[in-house]
């Protein structure tokens, strides 16, 4: 299928004309510098071969970034907060491939499966990269027979959505999953699920928050006392799942004119996912005329009311709300389903959301009983619960707090920094780091042999190195090295022997 | 581009006949759930659509795997002691897309390029995924401008080779990199790179090593002195590079059948590479008559020295070895270069090698410095030094290791289990868990309202936790539960109010 010279000549033509065409209408930058690597690309193919100098656009692809050390500082240390709840609930990892056969995926997304990113046929197996982390876990448990596991999965994972870089949404970003698989007896391992994003957003300390309990088959009760028809169940628990970014009206609009509801049944849908609260309006709406002859209705509440006693013995009852306007946006669901959202704090707010009151959703998750048996010849199931922690979005709400509450964050953890006051010293330099390094004492020194005394002490200052230890020809006649405290300047003279042991009593 | 019905249809005739082929043959079973995943994808392309129970082959891609938790748990051990060592020398993390601009990749691997996975087109950048972990930090520090950092990366990389499976050897697999750039006086970042591959080496206890040296300028320098043509260098230091798994007759074979080499050039080259020694040996070779007019070689051999001397400050030498047969396979590197290999234990072999003497390397690197001006607008370079620690490798020795060894690893770090005793006791199991997670014990529970108390006590044994927390009525009434040692079956009743403090005092 290889294209012939005179066909890449009139691609190249083509998507010329489209960069001239782009450029002169003034559009965005990313989407001319788009079409202009498109451009570079199909040049490339005319075998022009590799240049010594790059003549294309030096960036990330679209909806991408790298991670600076800055970052990686900060993902780092929620990542490992978070695995330690993981693992304190008795948590084990797993990991997959980053792509998956494209038949795995086939069929679990619905509309979205468009989003999913294909692998060129080069030869071999149809391949995409996998769009979320329960697919691929569904598909293991499956493939290796397991009907018991707590896995806890973190890896980055590939939507082609419309980026919107500025608020924290991107092509490729991290997903932070814990599930529960087995079939337990209602609500144990759900109400667990909830306790542990409680566990995480408190000890994260990102804000307050709430987290939004609701259960897909009270919402398809709901439906049914309502009218819907029966196969119009998903697409309104997908319209419903919009109202926390639009108004009522709207939705009911989408409910009426694109999903062809009577305005009746609208309006009686409307006046349900109004509902929130706690316990009481799980018994109200037990004894509510419409929904108490509807079995899974009945279902759901009595599911609800047991999660709810559940979560006040493990003392989440002022954290957690039943609002039954929440809905989710896949499909797989079938049980409980939960949404934590922080409340916001003005400083927060900055690039995070435009959404009043609210940063949005930083964790999310539900029951999903059916997922396993689509991959099992037999379709053998395996009930499982689990939840998602938005870890993109707390990765910006922290960014944006440290850099309102002015924080300046370390990118290394050097202790000591082992410097030359004067030249010649390089090699003692080498002799006493090596000695620090297999104390386990984590230091380093300039690349240089006779780097300037004043850059060395700037580097640490920038940096926050807490210690130096200065080498200088009379102090070492003695068998001395001077060991200095950056912030307050202090210096003292330590026997060579002791400096390990010094240093560690200083950084304790 | 989309096919028609009938393309489609013509297109699973074929696949139908190779597979048909495949299996009257008796291929490989790998090849042939290829071939019918291939099948089935084009069955799937005439929209039979999603169905309830798969009808593919339930496999991971080609060349990749799955890792569970016993897996994880000791590459996460690994990693962890890995990361300490490259934080112990000012290393920061960075991370990058797992694909790049196609662009990014051209031209920078020889004729490995036809390895790289591409990405389809779906309209928007070509992209392919990473290859490696050392051009995308090129295309970083380019694009960021940045001329000093020693960073970390540990990440998963691409190639369509043919797997190896049981040797190791995958499609996806995890590089770990510790690279220095900047502009510096020789030799001191190359010699602390030696060091750290040493202190990770130490630190993994996984045996016995060697690290070998060697200079791209003196490789040159000694192809120019045996004859060999200027432009056929880095074809003959790829024939060198195969020495370590093929005899001498082989690779001059090559050289002069395939690469050109006169049979003189080649016997001259076959003199040289298998030298290998001490600072004795390069004093050797700098009074060579052959080498020591050639400025490359001279250039090489004082680096050579310089670095035996640094790291004979750190206590590297009886760890390293100059050996003129090393080589490095990629074309980038433009100096010192590195390899670390495993002297081995025959347990170790076990899977993971079939050479002999050796299981091969497990860390490798070199300097290279014209990389980054690649990217550069300007051909701007920013010299770099860095070593990749093969942890896939590291991952199959102690794999092996551990089974030859007996050793059963846990695969979660639950402290206490939380059991009834008899039925009726799940809320207060709930409660009493609560405490002991809010202490921030590790815990858990079966998600069962009765669970049998010997199922509960084998799960323990089974998963090596080493406490148990026993609920019952009659000690529940004075305020007590019992608390076993699950190794000595030793029980004592301890009060509810000091029972998290209990528990601590006995895991530490």
Redesign the interface.
């Known amino acids: 299928m290889s294209e012939t010279r005179e066909q890449i000549l009139e691609e190249i033509k083509i998507q010329g004309d489209l960069v001239r065409k782009l450029k002169a209408t003034k559009e965005p930058k990313e989407k001319i510098d788009?079409e202009v690597?498109?451009l570079?690309?199909l040049k490339?193919k005319l075998g022009e071969?590799?240049?010594?100098?790059?003549k294309?656009v030096?960036?990330?692809?679209?909806g991408?970034?790298?991670?600076?050390?800055k970052q990686?500082?900060l993902r780092?240390n929620v990542l490992d907060k978070i695995i330690a709840v993981f693992?304190?609930?008795?948590?084990?990892?797993?990991?997959?491939?980053?792509?998956?056969?494209?038949?795995?995926l086939?069929?679990?997304y619905g509309e979205d499966s468009k989003l999913i990113?294909?692998?060129?046929?080069?030869g071999?197996?149809?391949?995409s990269?996998r769009y979320d982390l329960t697919v691929p876990l569904a598909?293991?448990l499956?493939?290796?027979k397991i009907s018991n596991?707590?896995?806890y999965h973190i890896a980055?994972v590939?939507r082609?959505d419309n980026p919107a870089m500025t608020r924290g949404r991107y092509r490729?970003f991290y997903q932070c999953d814990f599930d529960?698989a087995?079939s337990?007896?209602p609500m144990?391992?759900d109400?667990?699920c909830v306790?542990i994003v409680s566990?995480i957003l408190d000890t994260l300390a990102i804000g307050d928050y709430v987290i939004k309990l609701n259960h897909r088959q009270l919402l398809d009760g709901m439906f049914e006392a309502c009218g819907v028809p029966n196969d119009k169940f998903r697409s309104i628990c997908s319209a419903v799942d919009k109202l926390d970014k639009s108004p009522w009206p709207e939705v009911r609009k989408e409910m009426i004119e694109e999903k062809g509801l009577l305005p009746d049944t609208a309006d009686k849908i409307g006046e349900y996912v109004r509902l929130s609260g706690d316990r009481e309006l799980i018994e109200k709406l037990l004894a509510d005329e419409q929904l108490k002859n509807i079995p899974s209705a009945v279902k759901g509440l009595k599911d609800m009311h047991l999660l709810f006693?559940?979560c006040h013995?493990?003392?989440l009852s002022d954290k957690i709300n039943f609002d039954l306007s929440l809905a989710r946006g896949l499909d797989y669901y079938t049980g409980v389903i939960y949404e934590c959202v922080l409340k916001a704090e003005p400083k927060m707010l900055n690039g995070c959301s435009e959404e009043q009151g609210t940063v949005g959703s930083v964790a999310g998750g539900g029951r999903y009983d059916n997922l396993v048996?689509?991959?099992?010849?037999?379709?053998k199931q395996v009930p499982c619960v689990g939840v998602s922690i938005g870890v993109e979005r707390i990765f910006s709400v922290l960014e944006a707090k440290y850099a309102a509450d002015g924080i300046k964050q370390r990118?290394?953890?050097?202790e000591v920094m082992v410097m030359s006051a004067h030249k010649g010293l390089?090699?003692k330099r080498?002799?006493i780091?090596?000695d620090l390094?297999?104390q386990?004492?984590?230091?380093?020194h300039?690349?240089?042999?006779n780097p300037k005394l004043l850059n060395q002490l700037q580097y640490c200052e920038e940096n926050q190195i807490p210690l130096a230890v200065v080498l200088g020809d009379s102090e070492l006649e003695k068998g001395k090295v001077k060991l200095r405290e950056i912030s307050t300047r202090k210096e003292e003279d330590v026997l060579l022997a002791n400096l390990s042991d010094e240093i560690k009593k200083r950084l304790h």
């Open positions: 788009e690597s498109r570079l690309a490339n071969g590799p240049s010594q100098t790059q294309f030096l960036k990330t692809p679209k991408t970034r790298d991670y600076a050390p990686m500082m780092q693992k304190k609930h008795g948590g084990e990892a797993i990991d997959t491939p980053v792509f998956e056969l494209k038949e795995v086939t069929g679990k990113y294909d692998l060129k046929d080069q071999g197996e149809i391949l990269l598909r293991y499956a493939m290796n596991i707590k896995r980055k590939y082609r490729e529960i087995g337990y007896d144990l391992a109400s667990e306790k566990e006693k559940y013995i493990m003392g048996g689509m991959f099992d010849t037999k379709g990118t290394n953890e050097v390089h090699e080498l002799s780091l090596n390094w297999n386990g004492i984590k230091a380093e300039f690349y240089k042999l």
